[in-house]
T-cell receptor, first 112, second 113 residues
Framework: SAVISQKPSRDICQRGTSLTIQCQVD?????MFWYRQQPGQSLTLIATANQGSEATYESGFVIDKFPISRPNLTFSTLTVSNMSPEDSSIYLC?????????FGPGTRLTVL | SQKIEQNSEALNIQEGKTATLTCNYTNYSPAYLQWYRQDPGRGPVFLLLIRENEKEKRKERLKVTFDTTLKQSLFHITASQPADSATYLCALSAGGGADGLTFGKGTHLIIQP
């Protein structure tokens, strides 16, 4: 199965600032996914990122707030823009292979 | 709207017994279903995937069933151990890898020594 790393593992940010989260996979994958897990909640899909095309966002999520880059088949970034305390969550990237969908360790974001 | 239900109450099981967790869904026709384990502060860990044309899948002490008529999956841990204590998440996908997953809220399992 794919090995996924994320940076940073956690951060504390001020309201109104932006944070970019990096996701690195140890193998080439076509689809990468970004999820959010708010405190005490389950995971919610933010968007699907294909290499070489625009990300596809789920209902309730927009590109201006969560811009995504996918420059190659092993890397993606998610930016959380103009943050508010409501953006405090764990953000996770994941990839799908033939066995299942595998997740990175997550980035714990706290917005003050 | 699509809905995935897992027992939100914590499930307490005595060590050595079989733990059975339930995942029910409505307004959904999943192509496959996945079960994950999540420990506090960590990302979900993939356990098992079962496809819509499969009735049962096993992996070591784990067994998953998938009944598309009842719209239900059961997840069993046999010979449970305190180390099995965690939150277990059910997730569904409609597609063949091109879709993200829709998650249930998870069931918190506690295995008591």
């Amino acid at each position: 199965s794919a090995v996924i790393s994320q940076k940073p593992s956690r951060d504390i940010c001020q309201r109104g600032t932006s944070l970019t989260i990096q996701c690195q996979v140890d193998s080439q994958v076509t689809m990468m996914f970004w999820y959010r897990q708010q405190p005490g909640q389950s995971l919610t899909l933010i968007a699907t990122a294909n290499q070489g095309s625009e990300a596809t966002y789920e209902s309730g999520f927009v590109i201006d707030k969560f811009p995504i880059s996918r420059p190659n088949l092993t890397f993606s970034t998610l930016t959380v823009s103009n943050m508010s305390p409501e953006d405090s969550s764990i953000y996770l990237c994941s990839v799908q292979d033939g066995l299942g969908q595998f997740f990175g360790p997550g980035t714990r974001l706290t917005v003050l | 709207s699509q809905k995935i239900e897992q027992n939100s109450e914590a499930l307490n099981i005595q060590e050595g017994k079989t733990a059975t967790l339930t995942c029910n869904y409505t307004n959904y026709s999943p192509a496959y279903l996945q079960w994950y384990r999540q420990d506090p502060g960590r990302g979900p860990v993939f356990l098992l995937l079962i496809r819509e044309n499969e009735k049962e899948k096993r992996k070591e002490r784990l067994k998953v069933t998938f009944d598309t008529t009842l719209k239900q999956s059961l997840f069993h841990i046999t010979a449970s151990q305190p180390a099995d204590s965690a939150t277990y998440l059910c997730a569904l996908s409609a597609g063949g890898g091109a879709d993200g997953l829709t998650f249930g809220k998870g069931t918190h399992l506690i295995i008591q020594p």
